[in-house]
């Protein structure tokens, strides 16, 4: 396949110029075409990081990845292709590695019911090659599953959570109104030999179709999504393992949004030794804004939360832990007729150490969720650019 490269020298100048407090940032040459979108970036154990994209053309979905060093991106390998797949630009496929190698990838596959009728279907890596895809729920309820996270949990075995539309019936999915039925949360553990340890659910009642997000602690799998209560509160809830078994969920903090609808805007979570930190967005009383809070016990209690951005967000937040005492948050607000990619240092204690404007963006929905990762000595970026010549992703290194 023939590819076009994203190496723009013109977008650097742009972006650099952008950076409210300077640093070396620079776009990476990456393997995508220029109609790719929906980049999923995950750092492995080893600090090797792998970027996962999705590619549309004549009704076909092929999924590739490409693995980052040496401060380069390797050539793309192809994962899969179907033209049975669900992609819309919240809900799309991923991938998670260990030991610098690819450990498992999943998307979702339409079955006959509705439109928003599929299951979650994950495939791993068994001596480099793709395994047959496997479904890790058993209810064959012709409903929603999706918006999957996952995280390894040891060199054979990795963790998959999803939301799962089993109770809602015949009612579908609907985004913006209320179901008779509530969504849930369940998870699985899973080998990649493709047998199912355990599965379980974690949250009887969440929000519709806000993605999740799973990270593994000294101590076992911690987890953050959006709530949902009978009355409509529809706020952040973490809940984490205890030898294996699920804790009672709690609020990250009380916003109160009481919305009956989805909002299509999950939260994010990260870990570093004994500290989570935990981004999301919230609505409440029409005041969109960007919050973080932290965590210094493994999410058994969490500090206040703080005020990230309260100007025009769009949210799509993303996050990853920096040390013991500090995260980078992403995030995307409106900025008259376009949006800026933003990403903040934040210190447990409020402190903005770092504050930059990553690039200009379209505020549309087929932006998607921009990435950020860890790489050593910075971060790494991802994020979906649109123009009049169609989707591509950009990739970039803040240093």
């Known amino acids: 396949m023939r590819r076009k490269y994203l190496l723009s020298f013109i977008l650097a100048g742009l972006i650099i110029s952008n950076c409210s407090n300077p640093k070396d940032l620079k776009v990476i040459e990456n393997p995508t075409s220029i109609e790719s979108s929906l980049p999923r970036l995950f750092t492995d154990n080893s600090g090797t990081v792998f970027m996962s994209w999705v590619e549309q053309s004549e009704g076909k979905t092929t999924l590739l990845y490409s693995k980052f060093s040496d401060n ?30 690819p450990m498992s990838v999943h998307w979702l596959k339409k079955i006959p019911g509705n439109t928003y009728s599929y299951n979650v ?15 890790p729920h058993n209810d064959e309820t012709a ?18 959570i999803w939301l799962d539309g089993r109770n809602t019936g015949s009612t579908g999915h609907k985004e913006h109104g209320v179901l008779s039925s509530s969504m849930s949360l369940r998870g699985a ?27 593994k602690t000294n101590n076992g ?41 989805c909002p299509v805007n999950g939260p994010a979570i990260d870990v570093f030794d004994k500290t989570v930190s935990v981004a999301w967005f919230t609505g409440v009383d029409d005041k969109p804004k960007v919050k973080l809070s932290f965590s210094l016990d493994e999410g ?36 008259d007729d376009e949006a800026q990619l933003r990403l903040r240092l934040i210190s447990s204690t ?43 992703i950009k990739t970039a290194i803040l240093q």
């Not at 706020?235 to 699920?246: L, N, P, R």
């Not at 209690?301 to 040390?323: M, Q, Y």
């Open 72 to 101: 380069s991106w390797r050539d793309p390998v192809e994962v899969a292709q179907s033209n049975e797949w669900f992609v819309n630009w919240a809900d799309f496929p991923s991938i998670i590695a260990e030991n610098g190698n």
């Open 300 to 335: 058994n209690s969490f500090l206040p939360a703080i005020d990230i951005d309260s100007t025009s967000v769009l949210g799509r937040v993303d996050i990853i832990a920096n040390d013991n005492n500090s995260s980078w948050i992403s995030w995307i607000t409106r900025v």
């Open 143 to 160: 409903t929603e599953h999706g918006f999957v996270s996952m995280v390894p949990v040891s060199d054979t075995s990795y963790y998959a």
């Open 350 to 392: 409020g402190k903005s150490l770092e504050n930059h404007i990553i690039t200009k963006m379209s505020p549309s929905r087929s932006s998607g969720f921009p990435q950020i990762t860890k790489i050593e000595n910075g971060v790494l970026i991802a994020w979906t650019d649109l123009s009049d010549s169609g989707k591509s």
């Open 221 to 261: 799998l911690i987890a953050a999504y959006r709530n949902r209560t009978k009355n409509e509160v529809r706020d952040i809830y973490i809940t984490k393992t205890i030898d294996g078994v699920w804790q009672k969920p709690i609020p990250v903090h009380n916003d109160n949004w009481k919305i009956a609808a």
């Open 121 to 135: 279907e994950v495939a791993s890596f068994v001596k480099g090659r793709i395994s047959k895809p496997i479904v």
């Open 189 to 215: 553990q899973l080998t990649v030999l493709g047998k199912t340890l355990s599965e379980a659910e974690i949250d009887s009642s969440v929000c519709d179709c806000c993605n999740t997000s799973i990270a």
